[in-house]
């Protein structure tokens, strides 16, 4: 695949990617997981390191192993591995199976945020386990 296939889909690794599950005529149904996301904010903003949200959205953030252990260093592994469960009951209970993110400045399916989630907390529990 090129880069402009990728354009949505959002790289977890130099060669892995959560792709991009088309959301077109759902928009409308799109939920905010601003607040779903509750105590996973901290390590959130600082994946925020490429750009700005604002600007490219989710291409802002560096969402590779690497930078999430980075982003761990100064963090509550155990109290943010706790916040991804929550945040991943509450968006896996949600009606909408759209959300939108005014902070990440993104709009995705539930599918998409779910596996964000889970290589999140994979990320966490991995680095927990390194001890690092």
């Known amino acids: 695949m090129t880069e402009r296939d990728r354009q949505y889909d959002i790289q977890i690794a130099d060669d892995a990617w959560i792709e991009f ?3 077109a005529g759902r928009y409308e149904r799109a939920t905010d997981i601003d ?3 509750g105590e996973l904010w901290p390590l959130i903003y600082r994946l925020e390191t490429h750009c700005v949200a604002g600007c490219c959205g989710m291409d802002a953030y560096d969402f590779t192993h690497e930078g999430i252990a980075t982003a761990l260093l100064e963090l509550d592994r155990a109290q943010l591995h706790a916040a991804c469960a929550a945040a991943k009951e509450a968006v896996a209970a949600a009606a909408s199976d ?3 993110s005014a902070t990440m400045n993104h709009v995705a399916d539930k599918r998409v945020f779910l596996q964000l ?5 994979k990320c966490i529990v991995a680095q927990d386990r390194a001890g690092a």
């Open 98 to 100: 759209v959300f939108t």
């Open 117 to 121: 989630l889970d290589h999140l907390d």
């Open 35 to 37: 607040a779903l996301l």
């Open 21 to 23: 599950i088309d959301i």
